[in-house]
């Protein structure tokens, strides 16, 4: 079975989310922190991370969890999520080997159509 780790500093968005995700017939963890995203990514190696990028709270950043998830699960896709201008990340993310980038909110029809082809290519 496929697998989406969901984070977000955003309660809303988790709960939102995480049904829908599951409902696509993804097994999902969600968790506010990156500190707990790292701890999911080490012990699971999800198939997919969707990854917000600031993360209030946290004191690691999206970006940060991004070079944990490619250092310790390769095979692990990341997409960052975010709610402000993609291209103040984008050349970081980049070199740091982001699979993608979606922009909040998130469109479920956008979400469905990359979640198909996630179960796919799987």
């Known amino acids: 079975m496929a697998s989406i780790l969901l984070v977000d500093d955003e309660q809303e968005t988790l709960e939102a989310i995480q049904p829908f995700l599951e409902a696509q017939g993804f097994q999902v963890w969600a968790?506010?922190?990156g500190e707990g995203?790292?701890?999911?990514?080490?012990q699971h190696h999800p198939t997919?991370?969707?990854?917000?990028?600031?993360?209030?709270?946290?004191?690691?950043?999206g970006l940060d969890v991004l070079k944990v998830s490619k250092?310790?699960?390769?095979?692990?896709?990341?997409y960052l999520v975010t709610g402000y201008d993609a291209d103040q990340y984008r050349?970081?993310?980049t070199s740091f080997g982001v699979d993608?980038?979606?922009?909040?909110?998130?469109?479920?029809?956008?979400?469905?159509?990359?979640?198909?082809?996630?179960?796919?290519n799987s």
Do not use: C
């Open 91 to 93: 050349a970081e993310a």
């Open 31 to 33: 968790t506010a922190t």
């Open 71 to 78: 250092a310790q699960s390769p095979a692990t896709k990341v």
């Open 100 to 120: 993608g980038f979606f922009e909040k909110p998130l469109a479920l029809g956008t979400l469905a159509d990359f979640l198909k082809n996630l179960k796919e």
């Open 37 to 42: 995203a790292v701890a999911v990514i080490q």
């Open 48 to 61: 997919a991370v969707l990854l917000d990028v600031n993360l209030r709270g946290s004191r690691l950043s």
